[in-house]
């Protein structure tokens, strides 16, 4: 199958080949459906629109997408995703939408969209499988913004070159996560954009202490373990290609996602990964 750039479906049967271009046919549908599928995985301009700014200048609105619809049985997406969503809508730059399946990597219009939020676990090998997340590695590395939520970073397991794209990943063997529970998270790095302003925050969610990788990233803000006492990234910024990754592991639940500055960090990371100026904290924020 090929991928229109409407993210509609066309079978192969239906293109029609040059009647003069000594080509076979099915070479020729071949190629078509792979131009079409790596033109579904680049951010355009469609991406893009405008809205009023607070100075009468119209300011810029990137669609942002959700992707969620499998996670660990302990994660009610079904709850966490709406409250995600409407925190990024408080900033009126981001014009969001949810999809409720992790094959969008694979099969939807990654090119209709600025940046892709990850609020997922999946654990079937072949949903989105390899394909997905190379899709999504040439979204992010065309200039797209991709955003990682709590256990997004178990996702794509069956694909090795993840961890180059989320930083860092989790190991299952190790220790998951501090036992749930309130814990402070500090702000390490008060000149970057995202974290620029805030202040050490309590959170009542799961302290992860199972991330891996050698990724280089610049740790925004971290929590120390009550468990072993050592200071573990909570979220993290890095480059790929042209694109920008922000990764954060808080949102366990709803009640995770109740703390404004938690709030904050998500909105903020998702509009820098849009490249959009991160607005002052008392603007939205």
Not at 99 to 111: K, N, Y
Request: with cysteine.
């Amino acid at each position: 199958m090929a991928i229109a750039s409407s993210g509609r479906f066309v079978a192969p049967s239906r293109l029609r080949a040059p009647s003069r271009l000594p080509i076979p046919f099915a070479l020729y549908a071949a190629a078509v459906a792979a131009a079409l599928f790596a033109m579904n995985a680049l951010p355009s301009a469609a991406a893009e629109g405008r809205a009023s700014g607070g100075d009468g200048e119209p300011a810029a609105v990137v669609n942002v997408v959700v992707v969620t619809g499998e996670d660990y049985p302990g994660h009610k997406w079904r709850e966490t995703a709406p409250v995600l969503a409407g925190a990024l809508r408080e900033d009126e730059r981001l014009k969001i939408d949810v999809v409720e399946s992790p094959m969008f990597l694979a099969e939807g219009d990654l090119g209709a969209y600025r940046v892709v939020v990850l609020h997922m676990k999946n654990y079937d090998p072949n949903k989105p499988g390899p394909e997905g997340g190379k899709r999504l590695a040439q979204f992010v590395r065309s200039g797209g913004g991709l955003v990682l939520v709590h256990f997004a970073c178990g996702a794509l397991q069956e694909w090795p070159e993840f961890v180059e794209l989320a930083g860092r990943v989790w190991n299952p063997k190790l220790r998951g996560h501090d036992p749930h529970g309130r814990f402070r998270v500090e702000i390490v790095d008060r000149k970057h954009p995202i974290t620029a302003g805030m202040a050490d925050f309590e959170t009542t969610d799961e302290l992860y202490t199972c991330l891996a990788g050698k990724t280089p990233i610049t740790v925004l803000a971290s929590a120390r373990s009550k468990v072993d006492d050592r200071d573990y990234p909570i979220a993290f910024v890095l480059d790929y290609g042209k694109g920008r990754v922000f990764h954060c592991v808080l949102g366990h639940d709803v009640r995770a996602f109740e703390p404004e500055a938690v709030q904050t960090l998500f909105r903020r990371g998702t509009a820098w990964t849009a490249g959009l100026e991160v607005k002052p904290i008392g603007r939205a924020d």
